[in-house]
């Protein structure tokens, strides 16, 4: 993470330019590492802060939930239901904050006109809750 | 009225004291009145030994091995009669009903008689051939008594039998010499399983007829240890059957005959050998009965002490798959008047199956103790890992002894939902049991971090767009 506390710490106002003059001379460079370091620039510039929480924390569910594939993969299935128990609480955790990622995203507004933050991220706590309860029964 | 009680008691328990297993009667057949005095010794030992025996001839027009549809009599002795046919009250399948209501038959065969064609189709129908011509008899010329058959050799002298295989036992066994005077050989096909030889003739014996006036015996019958002298036959249910081949060595010349083998002097056991005979198809040795029948659930050292009830439920009708279960199972041998502890021979043991249409144990029973007339075997094992209706199942089969079926049903039933080990006693799982837990750590931190960070710029920034 330290890239982005990195990108997010300058202020706002110089990053537009920056992105700015990085497309231009994105369009005229076709090299992929100015493209990934234009879109980089530019998430960490237009992206508000909420939702690059919720980025963080969806990258972190990526990689418990790749890991503990690979480890079911490599090491054996066992007991099986304590796979799937471990890989679908990450796995529904994953859907669940995406969720809440697309209801309070500023840019799906026009969409969500009548669910306030409060009332998603309400529903988020009670589904992710229930998503636990049931993973913790499951692996018995 | 207590009179009356008391003296059926003591009629019963008369009864019950007969020699046989199964019961007391006892028909000889014997069509020949004046032939009684060369039976008289068998006939008073069995006698002795507890039978009411009766005597009829094959054209006596009471005579009939069944009454009201049971067998009338529980034994039969087959004694051989000049003329050839038995009449229509022991016809071959008459016979073979007998057999079928655990009535028991001896024949006794003569070469000096034309075998009854009923007794010739009965024991075809049993898989044991005779030879099909009058006179046809056993010969050996090298154990024969020189005493009484010098010059036809057939007056066969043999040791009593040995045990059929290293793994049965020996009913039959003896010290000393039996004398087979002109005997009748049998040799038993090899489609039944239920035949068994009881004394093979030597391997010098052959079977030949003495009215073929050939210097050479050409095509003999049979020859050396297919030969049998004594063949016995027990059906499934336990009927047992016992052809012998020579009447003679039955009767009273040749109980305690002076014999010379070789030029040596000795002494015939017939007696003996017939009483071992008898007791053997009268079902008086080599019967089985089984006792408790006993299975129940080994809950552990520790459970079973804690518990108030320190004997455990016999025979529960469920039991759960991987579960401990003890088995245990009384059986006794009767042995002529009493029950005594059955002992199996040494290399051979009583086997437990746990079936569901094929068995999915099968298991060695070892003697555990011994009881007064009874021997407990036992073993325990863990049921299998497959639930469904299971037998605990004893077939135990064998030559000279009864058989053994016995089953009883049990349930085994899958893991109940409470009874599978928590996920943190299988360390295998406890790799996700960290992945749900990082997952749901890292959760609380992302909503405490929301709920922190949120109010100031998130709300103006909304309330800006």
């Known amino acids: ?140 | 009225m207590r009179g009356l009680f008391s003296f059926l008691l003591f009629a019963l328990l008369g009864a019950v004291q007969a020699a046989s297993y199964t019961g007391s009667r006892l028909l000889v057949v014997l069509e020949d009145e004046s032939e009684r005095e060369k039976y008289s010794v068998l006939l008073e030992d069995l006698t002795a030994r507890g039978y009411h025996t009766t005597i009829e001839s094959p054209k006596s027009e009471s005579l009939s091995l069944f009454k009201h549809g049971e067998r009338g009599y529980d034994h039969v002795i087959l004694l051989p009669a000049k003329s050839k046919g038995l009449g229509p009250a022991l016809t071959a399948n008459n016979f073979l009903d007998f057999l079928k209501k655990e009535g028991n038959v001896i024949v006794a065969l003569s070469s000096e008689y034309a075998t009854p064609t009923a007794v010739q189709s009965l024991l075809l129908e049993l898989d044991i051939h005779i030879p099909s011509d009058k006179g046809a008899l056993v010969v050996d010329h090298f154990n024969y008594d020189s005493a009484s058959a010098s010059e036809k050799h057939d007056v066969l002298l043999l040791p009593y039998p040995a045990a059929l295989k290293p793994d049965l036992k020996n009913y039959f066994g003896g010290d000393g010499f039996i004398a087979f005077p002109r005997a009748v050989g049998q040799t038993l096909g090899n489609e039944s399983p239920l035949t068994a030889p009881i004394l093979r003739a030597p391997s010098t014996a052959y079977s030949y007829n003495p009215k073929d006036e050939a210097d050479v015996v050409e095509d003999p019958f049979a020859v050396g240890t297919q030969l049998n002298l004594v063949s016995a036959l027990q059906a499934r249910n336990s009927a047992r059957l016992t052809v012998v081949g020579s009447a003679e060595s039955l009767q009273n010349k040749w109980f305690a005959e002076k014999a010379t083998l070789a030029g040596k002097a000795v002494k015939t056991e017939n007696r003996d050998f017939a009483k071992k005979l008898t007791a053997w198809t009268f079902k008086e040795t080599g019967v089985l009965k089984v006792g408790k029948f006993v299975h129940y659930l080994d809950d552990g050292v520790s459970k079973r002490i804690n518990t108030s009830a320190a004997i455990p439920e016999h025979n529960p009708t469920i039991y759960r798959i991987k579960n401990d279960v003890h088995f245990a199972v009384e059986i006794s041998e009767y042995s002529y008047d009493h029950l005594t502890p059955f002992v199996p021979a040494p290399s051979d043991a009583v086997q437990l199956e746990f079936s569901m249409l094929s068995p999915f144990h099968r298991l060695n029973l070892t003697p555990i103790s011994h009881t007064a007339n009874a021997t407990l075997f036992g073993v325990s094992f863990k049921t299998p890992d497959q639930h469904g209706i299971f037998n605990f199942y004893i077939n135990y089969r064998r030559p000279f002894l009864t058989n053994i079926e016995e089953k009883r049903q049990v349930t085994v039933r899958h893991f109940a939902h409470d009874e599978w080990p928590r996920s943190w006693q299988i360390s295998a799982a406890w790799v996700w049991i960290a992945g749900i837990g990082v997952t749901v750590a890292g959760w609380l931190a992302f909503v405490a971090v929301w709920l922190y960070s949120a109010p100031t710029m998130e709300r103006s920034g909304k309330k800006t767009q």
Request: with cysteine.
């Open chain 1, 1 to 140: 993470m330290p890239p982005k506390s990195r990108a997010s710490a300058p202020p706002a106002p110089p990053l537009p330019a920056k992105s700015s003059s990085a497309s231009k001379s994105g369009g005229g460079s076709t090299s992929a590492q100015d493209i990934v370091q234009g879109i980089w620039s530019k998430y960490t510039a237009k992206t508000p802060q909420r939702v690059k929480l919720l980025d963080s924390f969806l990258a972190f569910l990526v990689v418990v939930g790749v890991l503990q594939f690979v480890y079911c993969v490599v090491v054996g299935n066992f007991p099986f239901n304590a796979f799937l128990s471990g890989f679908s609480a990450t796995v529904g955790q994953f859907v669940l904050t995406a969720s809440l990622r697309i209801q309070t995203n500023p840019e799906n507004k026009a969409e969500f006109e009548n669910t306030s933050h409060e009332r998603a991220f309400a529903d988020f706590i009670f589904a992710s809750m229930l998503l636990h309860f049931f993973c913790v029964n499951f692996i018995n």
